[in-house]
């Protein structure tokens, strides 16, 4: 494994290192404090890159953890394969139990939002030995969503389809002055930074793959042949926002039907982005929760 440095800013006055790791042939960006008594490893969602956590690295440094956030390939600063399959949960899952290896890291406290938590509820049932406790922001385990789906809420995941066709997708959210775009993505805080790369030259993978690599279902038949039978042996804990647009609410409360240890759950008065627009909500829960669970 190939691991190159260099060093960045993260919201505090002290350099953080910045390190490339090669991992199953593809490159991994990651922001890492180096010190602390115990790893939190942070990875975000759809559609971001690692500084998504940019208010959360410098409290849980400042609380005496190792943090580490990750650029999922495809986001951020990270690779970006062309084969969508190499997207699939059940390979960025190999990817991130290597990338622990690299790291030096035997166990840490995992946090996923969005996507990421979408990965990490099956990385958390099939690699509980390299977590502590997972702690999963806006997104439950994937078949419940399917659960929802079936139980007549399809027309709230319409995007869930829609992000399955990359032209379409971008014509429905870019037309018009991306009006519709402008209407969904409101409340998250960097909407102007994401719709400028949407716009621009560079690599657009980012938009789609997560739904081009992880159709419903396959997310059925891979809980059928193995997942109903794993659940999450760590303690869990799921927070959701009340004013997420995207996600309802018993997608994540029905997370407890996946583990077998302690589980919690935290409703706040947030919208979907909700480390970004309530850090002063989520920062002080997340603190109290990894006392509890170290």
């Given amino acids: 494994m190939r691991i190159q440095k260099s060093t960045t800013t993260m919201n505090t006055s002290e350099n953080i290192s910045t390190t490339f790791h090669t991992i199953r042939d593809e490159t991994y960006a990651v922001t890492d404090t180096g010190d602390g008594d115990t790893a939190v490893l942070l990875m975000h969602g759809w559609p971001d890159d690692r500084s998504i956590w940019r208010y959360q690295i410098p409290v849980l440094w400042a609380a005496g953890y190792r943090v580490v956030a990750v650029d999922w390939i495809g986001h951020g600063e990270s690779s970006i394969p062309k084969d969508p399959k190499r997207y699939r949960v059940p390979e960025v899952s190999k990817d991130l139990d290597a990338l622990l290896d690299s790291l030096e890291i ?4 995992l946090v996923a939002h969005d996507y990421g938590a979408t990965v990490c ?16 922001l806006s997104v439950g385990p994937s078949i419940e969503i399917v659960v929802d789906i079936l139980r007549g809420n399809l027309f709230h995941y319409y995007w869930l389809v829609l992000h399955g066709f990359d032209s379409l ?15 969904r993505f409101s409340s998250h805080p960097d909407a102007n930074r994401i719709l400028e790369r949407l716009h621009g030259d560079g690599d657009q993978t980012f938009w789609t793959i997560w ?32 004013q997420d647009e995207w996600m309802t609410i018993d997608q994540m409360s029905r997370g407890y039907r996946h583990v077998s240890a302690q589980w919690r759950f935290e409703v706040l008065n947030s919208g979907h982005w909700l480390q970004l627009e309530s850090p002063e909500e989520v920062n002080p829960i997340l603190l109290n929760w990894l006392s509890e669970v170290r």
């Fill in 121 to 136: 509820w099956e990385f958390a049932a099939e690699y509980t030995h390299r977590l502590y406790s997972y702690c999963a």
């Fill in 106 to 109: 035997d166990q840490c406290h």
């Fill in 211 to 242: 739904e081009r690599a992880n159709p419903s279902h396959e997310v059925l038949l891979r809980w059928l042949r193995s997942g109903r039978k794993k659940k999450i042996a760590v303690p869990t804990m799921g927070i959701y926002s009340h």
């Fill in 169 to 183: 997708s971008r014509w429905v959210y870019l037309r018009n002055n991306n009006k519709r775009y402008h209407k």
